[in-house]
T-cell receptor
Framework: DGGITQSPKYLFRKEGQNVTLSCEQNLNHDAMYWYRQDPGQGLRLIYYSQIVNDFQKGDIAEGYSVSREKKESFPLTVTSAQKNPTAFYLC?????????FGPGTRLTVL | AQKVTQAQTEISVVEKEDVTLDCVYETRDTTYYLFWYKQPPSGELVFLIRRNSFDEQNEISGRYSWNFQKSTSSFNFTITASQVVDSAVYFCALSEAWNFNKFYFGSGTKLNVKP
């Protein structure tokens, strides 16, 4: 099946630790995105990548880092510099003008 | 500046009622795209519809219909004969035609459909 997968579904982190969220797509889409969603709020863009080996900061990039070594993969690292990382993280990819989303990862900092 | 407003934070209806979710947008662009996504309790955003600014025709897909009115900058979504499975958070979004990397999302409307 074609689609976007994110893992893990749930992630728990101790304060001060870096964690990496996985996002993989087999849709052959060039552009990929990471969003953060907080309770009762819309989505905020963290980073995006239009092609391999290139990525751009979104609206709330501080405390996050990404890489895009393969077209299919766009992992997000939440660093210890992110002061309030507990949130729901959604990955998306785009074809033409429409973004399609993965199932999300819920990160909780203990 | 671009902005999407979903003034209804939460709506509760009884199954089989019709319900309309409002979406009002702001943009200075003449060419743009509007979207609706559904987010069920599982969390994944499911794409429902895309509309470009030059196409004001209303669209119907089964129990779903969308009303796009440029004169009032609105793109409302109606569910006819609602079902419990329609319970979800619904997001309206705006994209600029010159920059598909930037989506402006509303804050979402949570729809509760009770049996």
């Amino acid at each position: 099946d074609g689609g976007i997968t994110q893992s893990p579904k749930y992630l728990f982190r101790k304060e001060g630790q870096n964690v990496t969220l996985s996002c993989e797509q087999n849709l052959n889409h060039d552009a990929m995105y990471w969003y953060r969603q907080d309770p009762g709020q819309g989505l905020r863009l963290i980073y995006y990548s239009q092609i391999v080996n290139d990525f751009q900061k979104g609206d709330i990039a501080e405390g996050y880092s990404v890489s895009r070594e393969k077209k299919e993969s766009f992992p997000l690292t939440v660093t210890s510099a992110q002061k309030n990382p507990t949130a729901f993280y959604l990955c998306a990819s785009r074809v033409s003008d429409t973004q399609y989303f993965g199932p999300g990862t819920r990160l909780t900092v203990l | 500046a671009q902005k999407v407003t979903q003034a209804q934070t939460e709506i509760s209806v009884v199954e089989k009622e019709d319900v309309t979710l409002d979406c009002v947008y702001e943009t200075r662009d003449t060419t743009y795209y509007l979207f609706w996504y559904k987010q069920p309790p599982s969390g994944e955003l499911v794409f429902l519809i895309r509309r470009n600014s030059f196409d004001e025709q209303n669209e119907i897909s089964g129990r779903y219909s969308w009303n796009f009115q440029k004169s009032t900058s609105s793109f409302n979504f109606t569910i006819t004969a609602s079902q419990v499975v329609d319970s979800a958070v619904y997001f309206c979004a705006l994209s600029e035609a010159w920059n598909f990397n930037k989506f402006y999302f509303g804050s979402g409307t949570k729809l509760n459909v009770k049996p």
